[in-house]
């Protein structure tokens, strides 16, 4: 099975391990994964992650947040730009996820941010994904 999207593959992941309510997840690594997931601990959707040399690209594991009752942080996780369809904002058009609640991840020329980074620092680009 070839991986054309390893983005839709991470976010499908988080978004199954959650439902199983695992602890946390492995992935292969890579450098726009620990961006997505370095936003992702910061806005408090994941405890924390590491990277498990392999020898190869490593291994991104994720440990998955939990509020009370063990529901988890992330309600929702969806991917917006993918490889056949590019979706572009600009710093106009940043849109905002679940009432400002949630967050979406942009990649732009100053690296990968969030919705309200990206605002602040008045740059647009391409919408990764939205987590709520």
Not at 5 to 13: E, N, W
Not at 82 to 110: D, E, H, N
Request: charged content about 25%; proline content about 3%; glycine content about 10%.
């Amino acid at each position: 099975m070839s991986m054309t999207d390893p983005i839709a593959d991470m976010l499908t992941r988080i978004r199954n391990a959650a439902h199983a309510q695992h602890r946390s997840v492995d992935m292969p690594s890579s450098k726009v994964k620990l961006d997505v997931v370095k936003i992702l601990k910061d806005e408090r959707f994941v405890t924390n992650f590491r990277v498990i040399e392999d020898g190869k690209q490593g291994v991104l594991r994720v440990y998955l947040r939990y509020l009370g009752k063990g529901q988890n942080a992330i309600t929702g996780i969806e991917r917006v730009s993918v490889p056949s369809l590019r979706v572009y904002v600009g710093q106009g058009a940043i849109p905002r996820v679940a009432g400002g609640y949630g967050v979406a991840v942009i990649s732009t020329s100053r690296g990968v941010v969030t919705d309200k980074q990206a605002r602040r620092l008045g740059v647009g680009g391409e919408v990764i994904c939205k987590v709520w």
